[in-house]
């Protein structure tokens, strides 16, 4: 039995086909997104003038690392190194980009993965269905995108203290927005609305944390773009020695179970903030890392695959937010001699991507890591996205100076060190797999036989090794349909 794809509604699936017609939809398979030369030239050739953020549909073969924004072509794989100067560590961190994926995050990617296999067989009705899309933030920002593309209903459920700018966005892009009550890690009050709307059969919901199109997209897109990655890098004695993923669905960490397939000894961190430290020990609280931590364990979490957890504090990375993107904070990272271009290139990294930051150096400190050694992670949005923060942190704390600059870096990057951070044992682990029981079989429905078959390997790699490929054929024939159509 496949957990991705479903029966087939021959019916359905050519009604949809007739609908991506009418709309000029055409579905990049996940091999084109993993290596979009195999995208035929015709459509590169239409794709090249349209905008990154256009509701163009040709855009759908934009989700993918590999864009190339001056050329509106592909090119190599979008990552950013950061030096050793900022790092205070001998091992190089490179992060993957995630701002130059349409709507400027890589959970577009997540929610094409869940689409997809709904829509090439026939679940998914777009003249009938509304497409649910609960989240923190990204991921329905990526739903709403991908829907309006393809003409359909979308409904963003997301918590009422996400940044204004998301709101302002998921409304303009015509999505109808549901606010829940709370923050970022209050994904319970997401599930209750998910509930209720679920009662209405027109209402589909695509709940990327337990929606095993979410890693699977990463698995089989993200991981090859940090192998790609990887083997560009020089040096004979490289070690791909850590892979550090903040998780909010945890599907950008399923990365990590392709790695471990390439790299045996390589550590898979999880990071969580240190307010809401749920796999750290069980805790729960609310926090300012947007994206990440919500009080539960996701169902797509491959937890025996994750070696050591971070936590870390939300007021370092808010701090170095400040420091990475005002006037003052530049001039002072400039003066440690780093470039220019580094520098404005730390806009880059949105609040989540500097705590995966942090987790990397952690983790650095924790293993002994060398010059040898490469920590690959993730920079999941850019600071674009949280510009409203910054105004909020002037007004709450004044104008952000060079004595500011020189503390925040000392205290939040330099001195980061190896508290808040535990190395998984095999019973670790488990208390970590074990947690899921009380969100999914006892609130959520998921079955008791279900979470233990989770504890088996083989339960993964069937789902990661034994679908993509099906997925793509589907993918293809479903082409052929809208081309007949
Ligand atoms: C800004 C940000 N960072 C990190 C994540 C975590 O990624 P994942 O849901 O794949 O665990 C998300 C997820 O929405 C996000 O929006």
Same mark, same amino acid.
């Given at each position: 039995m496949s957990r991705i794809i479903g029966k087939i509604n021959e019916e359905v699936r050519r009604k949809t086909a007739r609908r991506c017609k009418e709309k000029g939809v055409i579905l990049p398979t996940f091999k084109q997104l993993r290596n979009p030369e195999l995208i035929p030239q015709e459509i590169k050739d239409k794709l090249q003038p349209i905008g990154l953020w256009?509701?163009?549909?040709?855009?759908?073969?934009?989700?993918?690392?590999?864009?190339?924004?001056?050329?509106?072509?592909?090119?190599?794989?979008?990552?950013? &190194?950061?030096? @050793?100067? !900022?790092? +205070?560590? *001998?091992?190089?961190?490179?992060?993957? =980009?995630?701002?130059?994926?349409?709507? /400027?995050?890589?959970?577009?990617?997540?929610?094409?993965?869940?689409?997809?296999?709904?829509?090439?067989?026939?679940?998914?009705?777009?003249?009938?269905?509304?497409?649910?899309?609960?989240?923190?933030?990204?991921?329905?920002?990526?739903?709403?995108?991908?829907?309006?593309?393809?003409?359909?209903?979308?409904?963003?459920?997301?918590?009422?203290?996400?940044?204004?700018?998301?709101?302002?966005?998921?409304?303009?892009?015509?999505?109808?927005?549901?606010?829940?009550?709370?923050?970022?890690?209050?994904?319970?009050?997401?599930?209750?609305?998910?509930?209720?709307?679920?009662?209405?059969?027109?209402?589909?919901?695509?709940?990327?944390?337990?929606?095993?199109?979410?890693?699977?997209?990463?698995?089989?897109?993200?991981?090859?773009?940090?192998? &790609?990655?990887? @083997?560009? !890098?020089? +040096?004979? *004695?490289?070690?791909?020695?850590?892979? =550090?993923?903040?998780?909010?669905?945890? /599907?950008?960490?399923?990365?990590?179970?392709?790695?471990?397939?390439?790299y045996p000894l390589l550590k898979v961190v999880a990071t969580e903030a240190a307010e809401c430290p749920t796999l750290l020990n069980n805790g729960f609280g609310g926090h300012r890392i947007e994206g990440i931590g919500d009080k539960h364990v996701p169902w797509v979490h491959n937890v025996r695959n994750t070696d050591a957890v971070a936590a870390i504090r939300d007021e370092d990375c808010m701090r170095l937010f400040r420091l990475f993107n005002e006037p003052a904070g530049l001039e002072y990272i400039r003066s440690l001699g780093v470039s220019d271009e580094t520098a404005s290139d730390l806009s880059l990294l949105g609040i989540s991507s500097i705590c995966n930051l942090l987790a990397s150096i952690k983790t650095a400190k924790y293993f002994d890591l060398t010059e040898d050694d490469i920590v690959f992670t993730i920079f999941t949005d850019a600071a674009n996205m949280y510009d409203s923060r910054l105004v909020e942190l002037n007004e709450q704390r004044g104008v952000y100076t060079s004595a500011l600059a020189a503390i925040d870096f000392n205290v939040c990057l330099l001195s980061q060190t190896y508290d808040d951070f535990l190395e998984l044992s095999y019973q670790d682990k488990k208390r970590i797999h074990n947690l899921k029981y009380y969100t999914w079989v006892e609130q959520q429905g998921k079955t008791y036989e279900e979470i233990l078959e989770q504890w088996s390997p083989e339960y993964w790699k069937n789902i990661f090794d034994n679908n993509v490929e099906r997925l793509d054929s589907l993918i293809e024939e479903f082409n052929a349909l809208i081309e007949k159509s």
């Open positions: 256009d509701i163009n549909p040709l855009n759908l073969f934009r989700i993918t690392w590999k864009n190339d924004i001056k050329t509106g072509l592909f090119g190599g794989v979008n990552y950013l &190194e950061i030096p @050793n100067e !900022l790092t +205070g560590i *001998k091992a190089r961190v490179i992060g993957l =980009v995630g701002k130059y994926f349409p709507t /400027g995050a890589h959970k577009v990617g997540a929610a094409y993965g869940c689409l997809a296999p709904r829509l090439v067989t026939g679940e998914f009705d777009p003249t009938y269905h509304k497409a649910v899309w609960p989240s923190t933030g990204n991921y329905c920002r990526g739903g709403t995108f991908d829907s309006a593309l393809l003409g359909v209903h979308a409904i963003a459920i997301l918590p009422e203290e996400m940044s204004q700018e998301r709101f302002d966005w998921l409304r303009q892009i015509g999505a109808e927005v549901i606010a829940t009550p709370g923050c970022e890690s209050n994904v319970k009050e997401i599930y209750d609305k998910c509930h209720e709307l679920g009662a209405d059969p027109q209402n589909l919901i695509l709940n990327q944390f337990a929606e095993f199109g979410n890693p699977l997209w990463h698995y089989h897109v993200t991981a090859p773009a940090m192998e &790609e990655v990887f @083997n560009g !890098l020089k +040096g004979d *004695k490289k070690n791909f020695a850590a892979y =550090v993923s903040a998780t909010g669905s945890a /599907g950008t960490i399923g990365a990590g179970d392709y790695l471990r397939e390439l």
